[in-house]
């Protein structure tokens, strides 16, 4: 028993040392607020003065301040806790009430100054995310006071890509010291930039101002022309890789658009003018997709799209079935009576869903995988849904390609598209493969109706404006060809997107349209010309 007692003791002494060799939470140093008991300038340099502090103390001050629970009393920063005041610096209760503090009001100004100061202490967070958004706020306008910020975060940063960040802010800060070592090594540092406006900013070191340099140093104003050029060569290769994106991506939906018309026309030589309503048939049936799932499966939602696959593929294909058994089988033959027909199917669809959905346009919300981009200069971002609708089109491709290739029907397919006659001499069952290739390739406009729903509005008339396109894809890269729909789409994809930066997008237009005229006078084939005996006589 006497053992457990003087055990007991022990465990209490040892816990009281514990304690007691504890270090007390250092307060902030009251300097820092003080300029909260002054004019309005002298609290915004306050907030300001707070972030470059860093540390948890000065995040409760800004958290109370954005509160509107920071005010101050006898010419002291305090806290209102309740009926409690409390010492913003040391956080110790003060005698008297809420009634003798004058609480600091919060405007807009307060607000962006006080944002900030977050960003200035949210360079110090684990979290990687609101590091990288802290570093990009405050490089985008850093200032003197924020040098001393940047640099303990560069000691503590092991992310290159915020390091790089914060080391071309700490640059620009650095320019504009009075010791030419200093600026030589900003401007070096900046060189490693691809900002337009960081170019402008080493510009102005290269301009005279009454006959002297801006810069006096010689060495540091040819490192600025260096860096200069080394940022107009990241510049144009980033435009230009941006522009053939651009292209690659136009040329993505009008391969989705032009796939089935290949097929289509390839195997029936009937000229759709209704093909590209079959596009927003499948943006529409994405749209009640994402319908159900909001509705049914909220959690599921970022997934919506893998789900409309199957639903704009069949609702395109029943629609093409429907049009093919009732309107385009006693047609055959007969291409101008197709076409008008074709056409005014195109009117019925669109009036359709007027009715049906409305005639204002409808936007689809992007899954939240397929929202923001990759940035690979100031202005030049290829966002995801863009890179996830040209995975998209190489998924359909191949499908279309294995189905082509590699099963009876794509066989049939082929048959038919070379010698209509003799393969139905074999055996083929002509008009079924109508029918099915009809539906097969009006399934693929609806899945590039579901391609474009992510990057457009869908709309009545959404499809109108890829029928004409669709259609020289398919004159250019040759009747029934895949190989040569690929071709022609990316090509005038690319080559649209060169030329609407060069000469605007009417100009553009026109100009492509001359080019495929003057192809198909000298080659009326297309870029691969249709192989059989039939296609040969």
């Known amino acids: 028993m006497f053992r457990l007692i003087l055990s007991g003791r022990m465990l209490g002494l040892a816990l009281w040392l514990v304690l007691a060799a504890a270090p007390v939470r250092a307060a902030l140093d009251p300097s820092l607020l003080a300029g909260f008991a002054g004019d309005f300038q002298s609290r915004m340099n306050a907030i300001e003065a707070l972030g470059v502090a860093g540390g948890d103390d000065a995040r409760r001050v800004l958290d109370a301040l954005e509160a509107g629970n920071l005010g101050v009393a006898a010419d002291k920063a305090v806290i209102v806790d309740g009926d409690t005041v409390r010492d913003a610096a040391s956080g110790e209760a003060l005698a008297g009430g809420r009634d003798d503090v004058e609480l600091i009001t919060v405007n807009n100004r307060v607000r962006r100054t006080l944002a900030g100061a977050r960003a200035a202490l949210a360079l110090t967070s684990a979290d990687r995310a609101e590091r990288l958004g802290a570093a990009i706020t405050l490089g985008d306008n850093p200032n003197e006071t924020l040098l001393p910020v940047f640099e303990r975060a560069l000691a503590a940063e092991t992310d290159e890509e915020i390091r790089g960040i914060l080391a071309r802010a700490a640059a620009r800060i650095n320019l504009a010291s009075p010791d030419a070592p200093t600026r030589l090594r900003a401007v070096r540092a900046l060189g490693e930039s691809s900002d337009p406006a960081v170019k402008n900013l080493l510009e102005g070191l290269l301009q005279k101002h009454d006959g002297d340099w801006v810069e006096a140093h010689e060495d540091v104003r040819a490192a600025a022309g260096t860096a200069i050029a080394a940022i107009d060569r990241r510049i144009a290769v980033a435009e230009g890789v941006g522009t053939v994106f651009s292209g690659l991506s136009l040329g993505s939906i009008l391969l989705l658009a032009a796939l089935g018309l290949a097929i289509t026309y390839g195997v029936m030589g009937v000229i759709n003018m209704a093909h590209g309503e079959l596009l927003m048939v499948g943006a529409y049936a994405t749209f009640l997709v994402q319908g159900l799932f909001r509705s049914h499966l909220p959690a599921w939602l970022d997934w919506y799209v893998a789900a409309a696959i199957p639903a704009a593929f069949l609702s395109a294909a029943l629609v093409g079935v429907a049009m093919e058994r009732l309107v385009l089988r006693h047609l055959y033959g007969r291409p101008l009576e197709s076409l008008l027909a074709t056409w005014g199917l195109s009117l019925v669809l669109i009036q359709a869903a007027r009715v049906v959905f409305g005639p204002q346009n409808l936007e689809l919300a992007n899954p939240a995988w397929m929202s923001g981009g990759v940035e690979l200069a100031a202005g030049v971002v290829l966002p995801y849904n863009r890179i996830a609708i040209i995975g998209f089109a190489v998924f359909v491709l191949t499908l279309i390609w294995l189905m082509m290739q590699k099963t009876r029907l794509g066989m049939f397919v082929r048959a038919v598209t070379q010698n209509r006659p003799m393969a139905g001499c074999v055996g083929v069952p002509t ?72 000469a605007g997008a009417v100009i553009a237009k026109i100009l492509v349209l001359v080019f495929i005229i003057v192809f198909i006078q000298k080659r009326p084939q297309g870029i691969f010309a249709l192989k059989g005996r039939f296609a040969d006589g």
């Open 431 to 502: 008009a079924r493969v109508d029918t099915l290739a009809f539906a097969i390739g009006s399934g693929v406009a609806g899945l590039g109706g579901l391609a474009l729903s992510q990057i457009a509005n869908v709309g009545p008339a959404m499809g109108t404006g890829y029928i004409v396109d669709a259609f020289m894809v398919v004159v250019l890269g040759g009747v029934g060809q895949l190989a040569g729909a690929v071709w022609a789409a990316l090509g005038l994809g690319i080559v649209s997107k060169f030329l609407e930066g060069w």
